[in-house]
């Protein structure tokens, strides 16, 4: 189903021409897979008690499963993003990959835990230079630090831009598109409902 209206479609070809409808739901997700890995690094937008937004770079785990779409953070719960999760669990986190334009946008919910078992499968020795040894016998800085905790975004909706050609081709039919006045599009759009999301937790 179409995310624009016909009036829309006709104001804003690019968009119409990139808008893909017919992809198959895995499909779609190891699209969304991919644009994130040449990402890396992801914006986690959060809004404080006083309505500002705030956004600051993390970098998720990896997929536990080809079909996962929420969301992973380790990070210390002393940060004043936990405060504003606490605030308003409403969310985004956005990704680009500047070398090829693509891009993702989750819009979602975020959801605090520091359940052991689950820190202990996502850590990594790294991480450690993100929270540091205090030398005080506790916070050591290591997977069982009181301040390691999960940050799960689970997406309402997602939507993403994934390139089809080069960055070479690409530029040759925007110019092509542009000496003729005919909009091109050289990539996809597609959206990952809420409804697909809920069904891929059966996939």
């Given at each position: 189903?179409?995310?624009?209206?016909?009036?829309?479609?006709?104001?804003?070809?690019?968009?119409?021409?990139?808008?893909?409808?017919?992809?198959?739901?895995?499909?779609?997700?190891?699209?969304?897979?991919?644009?994130?890995q040449?990402?890396?690094?992801?914006?986690?937008?959060?809004?404080?008690?006083?309505?500002?937004?705030?956004s600051?770079?993390?970098?998720?785990?990896?997929?536990?499963?080809?079909?996962?779409?929420?969301?992973?953070?380790?990070?210390?719960?002393?940060?004043?993003?936990?405060?504003?999760?606490?605030?308003?669990?409403?969310?985004?986190?956005?990704?680009?990959?500047?070398?090829?334009?693509?891009?993702?946008?989750?819009?979602?919910?975020?959801r605090?835990?520091?359940?052991?078992?689950?820190?202990?499968?996502?850590?990594?020795?790294?991480?450690?230079?993100?929270?540091?040894?205090?030398?005080?016998?506790?916070?050591?800085?290591?997977?069982?630090?009181?301040?390691?905790?999960?940050?799960?975004?689970?997406?309402?909706?997602?939507?993403?831009?994934?390139?089809?050609?080069?960055?070479?081709?690409?530029?040759?039919?925007?110019?092509?598109?542009?000496?003729?006045?005919?909009?091109?599009?050289?990539g996809?759009?597609?959206?990952?409902?809420?409804?697909?999301?809920?069904?891929?937790?059966?996939?």
């Amino acid at each position: 189903m179409s995310d624009l209206s016909p009036e829309q479609a006709r104001l804003d070809p690019y968009s119409s021409r990139a808008e893909s409808t017919n992809v198959p739901l895995q499909e779609k997700i190891s699209g969304l897979h991919t644009v994130i890995q040449k990402a890396k690094v992801g914006m986690l937008v959060t809004r404080d008690v006083n309505g500002n937004l705030h956004s600051r770079a993390m970098t998720p785990t990896k997929p536990l499963s080809d079909t996962q779409l929420t969301l992973v953070f380790l990070a210390n719960h002393t940060s004043h993003k936990f405060g504003d999760i606490e605030h308003d669990a409403h969310v985004n986190v956005n990704f680009c990959d500047a070398s090829s334009t693509d891009w993702a946008s989750y819009s979602g919910r975020a959801r605090v835990t520091e359940d052991q078992e689950l820190i202990n499968k996502l850590w990594s020795p790294i991480l450690t230079g993100y929270f540091g040894d205090l030398k005080d016998g506790v916070h050591k800085g290591d997977k069982t630090d009181p301040r390691v905790a999960v940050i799960e975004v689970v997406p309402d909706e997602i939507k993403y831009w994934i390139t089809d050609h080069s960055s070479a081709v690409r530029t040759t039919e925007v110019a092509y598109a542009a000496a003729t006045g005919k909009a091109t599009a050289p990539g996809q759009s597609r959206i990952i409902s809420k409804e697909e999301i809920q069904l891929s937790q059966g996939l």
